[in-house]
């Protein structure tokens, strides 16, 4: 596997640590518990430390008990052999510092918004927002400073007023989808649709109000 060939999902899903990491949206990421603050802000160090050493810098998120790390190629708009070597380095500093995965928590959110006509919608939401296009996606807006979820729009044939026009997409963990429905479910959740499952599950609040929980697995890129 070379440094520079992009990757399918499901290689890089063999290829890493599973104590750890999970493909989500074309990124790599991991979350780590940890005892307190100090601790977490050491991890984050000797991350950066490895990163510049391989010349490969992945994104880092500090909080109280958790530091959750999610590396991708930019060069490529997806995951290459760097992010696989730099996820292995990474997780051997997390087991020296004696720090365990939290796998359920590593999750990450996009917003589709359903339009007639998407031309004219799309540009109102990229200046509220101040958002920047996707690379390599027409489709969707990406926050530029990486906190907030992608919004990507889907097309509609006719008006449906009795559904909601947005909905949330939840992108989890392939090996915790299942759970993840079945939790929303025993919540007061209808499962609408598992026709397209494991890419996604629609599911619905009790008034009807949308949500998919969605995978990387039987998609393209898986």
């Known amino acids: 596997m070379g440094g520079t060939e992009k990757l399918p999902h499901s290689v890089v899903?063999?290829?890493?640590?599973?104590?750890?990491?999970?493909?989500?949206?074309?990124?790599?990421?991991?979350?780590?518990?940890?005892?307190d603050f100090a601790q977490g802000a050491a991890?984050?160090?000797?991350?950066?430390?490895?990163?510049?050493?391989?010349?490969?810098h992945p994104d880092v998120l500090l909080r109280w008990g958790?530091?959750?790390?999610?590396t991708s190629s930019h060069?490529?708009?997806?995951?290459?052999?760097?992010?696989?070597?730099?996820?292995?380095?990474?997780?051997?500093?997390?087991?020296?510092?004696?720090?365990?995965?939290d796998v359920p928590h590593s999750e990450l959110l996009e917003v589709a918004v359903d339009a007639l006509d998407i031309p004219a919608v799309r540009p109102f939401w990229k200046?509220?927002?101040?958002?920047?296009?996707?690379?390599?996606?027409?489709?969707?807006?990406?926050d530029p400073a990486g906190e907030g979820p992608t919004f990507w729009?889907?097309?509609?044939?006719?008006?449906?007023?009795?559904?909601?026009?947005?909905?949330?997409?939840?992108?989890?963990?392939?090996?915790?989808?299942?759970?993840?429905?079945?939790?929303?479910?025993a919540a007061g959740g209808r499962l609408l649709s598992d026709s397209r499952a494991p890419a996604f599950w629609v599911l619905a609040d009790p008034e009807g109000n949308e949500a998919c929980v969605c995978t990387w697995q039987a998609r393209a890129a898986s």
């Open 43 to 56: 991890f984050v160090a000797r991350v950066a430390e490895a990163a510049d050493a391989a010349n490969h």
């Open 127 to 142: 200046a509220v927002l101040a958002y920047e296009d996707q690379p390599d996606d027409d489709n969707g807006l990406v």
């Open 153 to 185: 729009f889907q097309q509609m044939d006719e008006p449906r007023p009795q559904r909601n026009r947005i909905h949330l997409d939840v992108t989890v963990p392939h090996d915790q989808a299942q759970a993840r429905v079945d939790a929303a479910l």
């Open 75 to 101: 060069d490529v708009h997806g995951l290459t052999r760097r992010d696989v070597d730099l996820a292995a380095t990474v997780s051997a500093l997390a087991d020296e510092l004696g720090l365990t995965g």
């Open 13 to 35: 899903t063999d290829a890493v640590d599973a104590r750890h990491w999970r493909v989500l949206l074309g990124r790599l990421r991991a979350t780590f518990r940890t005892d």
């Open 66 to 70: 958790q530091v959750t790390v999610t």
